[in-house]
């Protein structure tokens, strides 16, 4: 058995009250926050259980929209993937991965299950309207030129756009392109739909 | 004469060869394959993963090895396999966290700076022994796998020093953002008490290929039982995992590097194929 004096105890408080110091810095959290999953991710509780964090999807990725999340993000979820729509919209709803998703393609855990295009919903946008320059006065109609759902994004007066948070399919597309700054959009994960593990 | 010439060659180039296959994986594991060496996809359906991870998984789901996808359990496999083939191998010929750390020791030695725990007299050497101790890793590996089965999720993944910089190097200036800023120097930093310090005491991973790795027969270390053999030790400082070949038995903590059979004073040590 390792013998433990004095000193050696004093170096390990030593040591363990830096750790502690740092993840109070840090503002550790377990759970964390809500995370907008790629396309096709299985429900949040197996979702944690299965996703083996090696980023496999987030450097498949052609957008660049999916990142791996952090400490900041909680401490279970360091290492899955998240979409992040300030870096580039996901695509599957239009664009590249129109044909096949290779997050769902790649994902070697059944973590991202291939899922219909038809049936993606990651998420849902929510406007800030005190931001939109739509709103405002201005005339800004970027959201709803980029849209690729129909009916997503419906314009009031043929002026203010108006989000439908059950028709948006939560690509991220708007928030990408929205040109306000702050941005007036944020992609949520509100409303979304999630297939259960096989 | 001729032959043993060209073996004394190889032994001075030992070092050499190792660190070009270490800076080739470390650049494969992060930049050129899709994955990382938790999982990397290298075709259809085949694909190497990290043991660890995988059986966190399994744990993480209440045992189930069902849906878990054929390619993870493939490269399950094929890790697991090529560790009974080649011993802990991985951890000193490709280990990307492995690789850093040498880098770390090797500017540590080039700067001169002589470790802590490596300047102490015999008796003192006992210090901090409750984790410089052969067991410390295979307590992190059972808290591991009891966390992940409690947790319902890979909780050392999140702690992983190995994924942090895989992972860390792939999302570029989100690096910054995180306390991932913290794991990886503060790995660095056991590196001042000793060469691979966390490799060698406190590495996870590396406990659990060690017990698979007990299966292993091949490349192990031998001494020429001859007039060379001094039966000085000098085998014990330099192993980086701490082996004294006389006394050693299984060999199962050798991480192959062969740095023993390069550097033994006496020439006394030679690598067996069984």
Sequence with gaps: MAHLDRRDFLRLAGVSAFLIAIYETFSFEFEGKELVRPPGSIIEDSFLAVCIRCGACAKSCPTGTLLLATWNDGFRQIGTPKIDALRGPCERIQGRCEQIALCQQICPTGAIQRVDRADIKTGSTVIDRDSCIAWAGGSCLVCHEVCPVRGAISLEDEKYPVFNAQLCAGCGRCVYACPAQPKALTLTSNGEKRPSPL | MQESNRLAGLKTKIRTIRWASQITFLVVWIFLITGTVCTAILGRGFAVAEPLGVLQLILARGGAFSGLGVSLLVGFAVFVGATLLLGRAFCSWSC?????????????????????????????????????????????????????????????CSLCPI???????????????????????????????????????????GGLLTIISRLNPFLKP?????????????????????????????????????????????????????
């Design chain 2, 96 to 156: 990307p966290l492995g690789t850093t750390i040498d880098l770390v020791d090797k500017a540590f030695q080039e700067l001169k700076f002589k470790p802590f725990f490596t300047r102490r007299t015999a008796e003192k050497k006992s210090s901090l022994g409750i984790v410089r101790n052969g067991t410390t890793k295979y307590g992190v590996l059972v808290s591991a796998l009891m966390g992940s089965a409690l947790l319902r999720s890979p909780v050392w």
């Design chain 2, 222 to 274: 031998k001494i020429q039982h001859d007039a060379a053999h001094r039966n000085c030790g000098a085998c014990e400082t330099i192993c980086p995992e701490g082996i004294n070949i006389c006394k050693e038995k299984t060999f199962a903590r050798c991480t192959k590097c062969f740095d023993c059979y390069s550097k033994c004073p006496f020439g006394a040590v030679h690598i067996g194929l069984f």
């Design chain 2, 163 to 205: 994924g942090t910089l895989c992972r860390g190097a792939l999302a570029g200036a989100e690096l910054s953002i995180g306390a991932q800023l913290v794991t990886l120097p503060a790995v660095g930093a056991l590196s001042l008490g000793e060469k691979r310090f966390w490799c060698r005491y406190l590495c996870p991973v």
